[in-house]
């Protein structure tokens, strides 16, 4: 009784939190940072038509029911929640926002002794590391004054590190978990996540901040952050060729890459800051 609004994460808390605001009837919030069902099934995590399915699905209904409105990260996840039964006019779109230390912006240096392309992400099989080492080996005659930083640990990472023998790759160094990535973004040329599974990552939205040209993939909301052509290059999930084509094309297209990276730090300045993020989420508190 001491709060004027809740907020939930998850659907666990959106859960608890709707059984104990039938007492209280304040207004409720839930933003889901993934479609957890839907997820758990395209990667066999979860049995079509199982028990656990009916399960989980009924709690992110019944989340969804108790909640005055969604705040949603990207528009992305329209669809799976009207599924679900969400109605479009309680969904509210809020694009995620991070504080970013200036000193770590690129700076204007002169040319580096390398380019240097890294990817940030968890060592696992939706992350698509694998497709990335593979459009490396198709480009190979472009790489010789190219470094690529695999940033991140997992479960995948012995397999990774075969395939790289196995490819011949010498360029690409594994630097596992790090606490700096900001640093390392700083010194980047190209930010590549090759992901085949994704809702809004951060480590996209902190290369954007660091001024980095970026290629991801078509998934979930990374095109509403990487606009095609303009912020970075965007390419279809587990697409090898697509993706070796779109290093290829920022490995030797300097003026591309250097407009790609001023217009990736400008839409972060102006749309993904944790500031913005704030005025926009009390706005809708505040209509409630």
Do not use: W
């Amino acid at each position: 009784e001491k709060y004027d609004i809740f907020h939930a994460q998850d659907i666990f808390t959106a859960n608890i939190l709707g059984r104990f605001n039938a007492n209280y009837n304040k207004p409720l919030f839930f933003t889901p940072h993934g479609m957890f069902t839907f997820n758990r099934l395209e990667f066999n995590l979860m049995e079509k038509g199982s028990i656990e399915e009916t399960y989980y699905k009924e709690l992110e209904r019944k989340a969804i029911e108790f909640a005055s409105q969604l705040i949603i990260l990207s528009d992305s996840f329209r669809d799976s929640l009207t599924e679900l039964g969400a109605k479009h006019e309680k969904m509210t779109t809020v694009i995620t926002g991070i504080n970013y230390r200036e000193k770590y912006y690129k700076k204007k240096l002169g040319p580096q002794e390398k380019l240097v392309i890294t990817c940030v992400a968890r060592l696992g099989p939706r992350k698509g590391h694998n497709y990335l080492l593979s459009a490396l080996s198709h480009i190979r005659q472009y790489t010789n004054n190219v470094e690529v930083l695999i940033v991140g640990d997992g479960e995948m990472r012995e397999t990774l590190e075969k395939q790289v023998h196995s490819l011949d790759l010498p360029m690409v160094n594994f630097l596992g978990s790090r606490d700096d990535v900001p640093y390392i973004l700083s010194k980047t040329d190209i930010f590549v996540l090759p992901t085949i599974n994704d809702s809004l990552p951060i480590a996209i939205i902190e290369a954007m901040h660091s001024g980095t040209a970026i290629i991801s993939t078509n998934c979930g909301g990374i095109p509403e952050l990487v606009k095609h052509g303009k912020t970075g290059i965007i390419v279809e999930p587990e697409d090898t060729e697509e993706l070796a084509q779109a290093l290829r094309f920022f490995i030797v297209n300097k003026q591309a890459r250097d407009k790609a990276s001023t217009n990736a730090f400008n839409f972060a300045k102006t749309h993904l800051t944790t500031d913005g993020m704030i005025r926009k989420i009390e706005s809708i508190y505040n209509k409630f």
